[in-house]
């Protein structure tokens, strides 16, 4: 059964070690996006009108982490992954700003090659 790993860190400079040491077990399928924390949402402060205004309205929240996604086809492959993830980030029980969690996936349609045989 493929399983869905979902790995978050603050560290931005952790990414291009992490994603080469997840090519070399090759999980290459990996899609990553700019995440905010709860904590750094913007606070709410009520808006003043002005004639001329200048400020940021669209309510843009501060960027502090990158969430990586990645469908691996088994088990055994997120361990593997776990291990290199901690290679570069430390022990993930102990480290801040870095979280990995992974979850079977039952039904993946459409799923990279590699993939296609663990879906059938």
């Given amino acids: 059964m493929s399983y869905m790993i979902m790995l978050v860190i603050e560290d931005e400079q952790q990414l291009s070690?992490?994603?080469?040491?997840w090519d070399n077990l090759h999980v290459e399928d990996v899609t990553f996006v700019e995440s905010t924390c709860l904590h750094h949402r913007p606070m709410r402060?009520?808006?003043i009108p002005m004639r001329f205004m200048f400020e940021?309205?669209?309510?843009?929240?501060?960027?502090c982490s990158l969430t990586l996604f990645s469908i691996v086809p088994?088990?055994?492959?997120?361990?593997?992954?776990?291990?290199?993830?901690?290679?570069?980030?430390?022990?993930?029980d102990e480290a801040e700003g870095a979280m990995l969690v992974a979850w079977p996936l039952?039904?993946?349609?459409?799923?990279?090659?590699?993939?296609a045989s663990e879906t059938r």
């Fill in 74 to 92: 088994d088990e055994a492959t997120v361990q593997v992954c776990l291990t290199a993830t901690e290679s570069v980030v430390g022990n993930l």
């Fill in 17 to 21: 070690e992490i994603l080469d040491a």
């Fill in 106 to 115: 039952p039904i993946v349609k459409g799923a990279p090659k590699h993939h």
């Fill in 45 to 47: 402060r009520r808006h």
């Fill in 56 to 63: 940021n309205l669209s309510g843009a929240q501060k960027v």
